[in-house]
């Protein structure tokens, strides 16, 4: 049978050359997400996120933002989007300001593609409000970090983190 042959009716009417394209498009996305991440990046990222965790139970500012990349947003829960190195440090100052955290992060996913990467994760552990010294738990937290590769070095470049309830 001749591939000019096929019934395309299955396929909304596609022409053959709509077809070659959309087959095309979906082989080159089905060899893009089979690249294998590499071992080196996946323990790098998760090196890194695990350095974030410490500076974070440590209020550690400077540890914090070694982490970043220039350009950086930090999207916290509840509060303004921060964009740019000055502002993303003026808004963990802030935050260190008002809570001290206790908490190891766990990967639950890593994702890389080239020089760009994303891990999603969640922490355990206890924030405590500085101003009540109310002690919550972290079970409902979750967070999403966007990195890339700098100079062979991988770098926050967008976060972000909410709680379920």
């Known amino acids: 049978m001749n591939i000019r042959e096929i019934n395309t009716d299955f396929l909304f009417g596609m022409s053959m050359k709509q077809i070659r394209l959309f087959l095309i498009a979906a082989l080159a996305t089905l060899i893009g997400l089979s ?6 990046d ?24 070694r982490l970043y990349t220039s350009d950086s947003i930090f999207m916290p ?7 740019g190195w ?7 100052e802030q935050e ?3 809570i001290d955290l206790d908490v190891k992060d766990v990967v639950d996913e890593i994702v890389v593609r080239s020089d760009m990467a994303y891990a999603r994760t969640r922490a355990i552990g206890h924030l405590i409000v500085r101003e009540t010294k109310e002690r919550k738990t972290t079970d409902n937290y979750r967070a999403f970090f966007t990195l890339r590769k700098q100079h062979g070095e991988w770098k926050i470049s967008r976060f972000m983190f909410n709680f379920t309830k």
């Open 35 to 40: 690249c294998p991440v590499s071992a080196d």
């Open 42 to 65: 996946r323990q790098d990222i998760s090196q890194l996120i695990d350095a974030y965790g410490q500076a974070m139970s440590t209020s550690d500012i400077d540890a914090v933002m």
């Open 86 to 92: 000055k502002a993303v440090k003026k808004a963990y």
């Open 77 to 83: 829960a509840g509060l303004p989007t921060a964009v």
């Open 96 to 98: 260190f300001q008002t």
